[in-house]
């Protein structure tokens, strides 16, 4: 995930296996609700992530796709 943390826009680093796959990104909030979800239905290597919306704070972002669950953190400022 990178900037982070950030005040417009993320990127998140997708692993080489999950590449052309398709999947679902969640955002959750510090207290586990969801904020944003999408369907992707071809993974690319970097996943932009427009957070512009988002109010200032600490987010998970989760990546499921058929074969992989991969969470990382997100500072919004």
């Known amino acids: ?3 982070n943390p950030t005040d417009h826009q993320a990127f998140l680093e997708v692993p080489d296996t999950e590449i ?3 999947a679902i990104l969640t955002i ?3 207290l ?3 904020v944003e979800r999408q369907k992707i239905s ?3 290597a970097f996943i932009q992530l427009p957070v ?3 109010p200032k704070g600490n987010y998970i972002v989760q990546l499921v796709s058929e074969t992989s669950n991969v969470s990382t953190s ?3 400022h």
Do not use: W, Y
Request: proline share 5%.
């Open 52 to 54: 512009e919306e988002l």
């Open 20 to 22: 052309n796959k398709s």
């Open 1 to 3: 995930m990178f900037p």
């Open 28 to 30: 959750f909030d510090n």
């Open 42 to 44: 071809q993974v690319t």
């Open 32 to 34: 586990g609700r969801m």
């Open 74 to 76: 997100l500072i919004v």
